[in-house]
């Protein structure tokens, strides 16, 4: 639970994550009023050293509306007890950070059209443009 957070082969120690509790809205009864169970979990992705820079650069680049002054605040109150709430809030940020840190996918190299596929284009184009023909009305 308190351990490191792992996400694409980088680990974040416990230490760089802040966790926040406050009272939660919703189901819960009069527990509701007393218990701090709704949880907030802050990860300052600008300054931890734990993040490599490309990683970092990607992940200020994806999750740049995210973020305030750097840093990712992720909130879970679903849950009635803060056990689960944080175990949520956990699995949502490494779930935003694996996502968000993901490497571009490779390029896409352009291909040209094959002969065999350029006849069938062009074949169905008049075949179309007949069957429109034969809409038409016939000369006088």
Same mark, same amino acid.
Request: charged share 30%; proline share 9%; no cysteine.
């Given at each position: 639970?308190?351990?490191?957070?792992?996400?694409?082969?980088?680990?974040?120690?416990?230490?760089?994550?802040?966790?926040?509790?406050?009272?939660?809205?919703?189901?819960?009864?009069?527990?509701?009023?007393?218990?701090?169970?709704?949880?907030?979990?802050?990860?300052?992705? @600008?300054?931890?050293? =734990?993040? !490599?820079? #490309?990683? +970092? $650069? *990607?992940?200020?680049?994806?999750?740049?509306?995210?973020?305030?002054?750097?840093?990712?605040?992720?909130?879970?109150?679903?849950?009635?007890?803060?056990?689960?709430?944080?175990?949520?809030?956990?699995?949502?940020?490494?779930?935003? @950070?694996?996502?968000? =840190?993901? !490497?571009? #996918?490779? +390029? $896409? *190299?352009?291909?040209?059209?094959?002969?065999?596929?350029?006849?069938?284009?062009?074949?169905?184009?008049?075949?179309?443009?007949?069957?429109?023909?034969?809409?038409?009305?016939?000369?006088?």
């Amino acid at each position: 639970m308190s351990g490191p957070l792992a996400f694409r082969g980088v680990e974040v120690p416990a230490s760089e994550l802040s966790w926040r509790f406050s009272r939660s809205a919703g189901p819960g009864g009069q527990s509701v009023n007393t218990a701090d169970s709704r949880v907030q979990l802050s990860f300052d992705v @600008l300054r931890s050293p =734990s993040v !490599p820079e #490309p990683v +970092r $650069r *990607r992940l200020l680049d994806r999750l740049g509306s995210r973020l305030a002054d750097g840093v990712l605040t992720v909130a879970a109150s679903e849950y009635r007890s803060q056990h689960r709430n944080r175990e949520a809030a956990r699995a949502r940020l490494a779930a935003l @950070l694996t996502e968000a =840190s993901a !490497p571009p #996918p490779p +390029r $896409r *190299r352009a291909t040209r059209p094959t002969r065999g596929s350029q006849e069938r284009r062009l074949a169905g184009k008049q075949r179309r443009s007949r069957t429109k023909a034969l809409r038409r009305r016939p000369p006088d």
